[in-house]
C-alpha cells in the first residue's frame, strides 16, 4: 500500500491550497484518514481527521479555515486549506488505517511542503 501527496507549494498569507492524498495496492477497507503537520524545530502535530463514515475533527488551531473531505470511491482524503497564515508552514503529511486483507495498519506519505510567505 501506498499513500501519494500532492498540492503544497508555495503560496501569499491569506491564500489557499489543496493537498490531495490517494491510496493505492491490495485495500480491503480504509477506516480513518487525516492530515499531520511538521513545522521545523517541532514535533509532528494533528491537522484533520476523518472517518469512513465521515467524521470530522480538526486542531483548534485549523478550524474555520481547513475543511478535511474523502472521497470513498477514490481511496482518496483532501485538504482545503484556507487564509493561510506563516504558521501554517511545514510539511503535512497524510495518514490512513488500511485493512489490508490481514489487518489494519497505519500507512504514512511522503509528506508535501506547504510553505506561506508574507
Known amino acids: 500500500v501506498q499513500l501519494v501527496e500532492s498540492g503544497g507549494g508555495l503560496v501569499q498569507a491569506g491564500g489557499y491550497l489543496r493537498l490531495s492524498c490517494s491510496a493505492s495496492?491490495?485495500?480491503?477497507?480504509?477506516?480513518?484518514m487525516g492530515w499531520y503537520r511538521q513545522a521545523p524545530g517541532k514535533q509532528r502535530e494533528l491537522v484533520a481527521v476523518?472517518?469512513?463514515?465521515?467524521?470530522?475533527n480538526y486542531a483548534d488551531s485549523v478550524k474555520g479555515r481547513f475543511t478535511i473531505s474523502r472521497d470513498n470511491a477514490k481511496n482518496t482524503v483532501y485538504l482545503q486549506m484556507n487564509s493561510l497564515s506563516l504558521e501554517d508552514t511545514a510539511v503535512y503529511y497524510c495518514?490512513?488505517?488500511?485493512?489490508?486483507?490481514?489487518?489494519?495498519?497505519?500507512?504514512w506519505g511522503q509528506g508535501t511542503l506547504v510553505t506561506v510567505s508574507s
Open positions: 476523518i472517518t469512513s463514515g465521515g467524521s470530522t
Open positions: 495518514n490512513a488505517n488500511i485493512d489490508t486483507g490481514v489487518r489494519a495498519i497505519r500507512y
Open positions: 495496492g491490495i485495500i480491503f477497507n480504509i477506516f480513518a
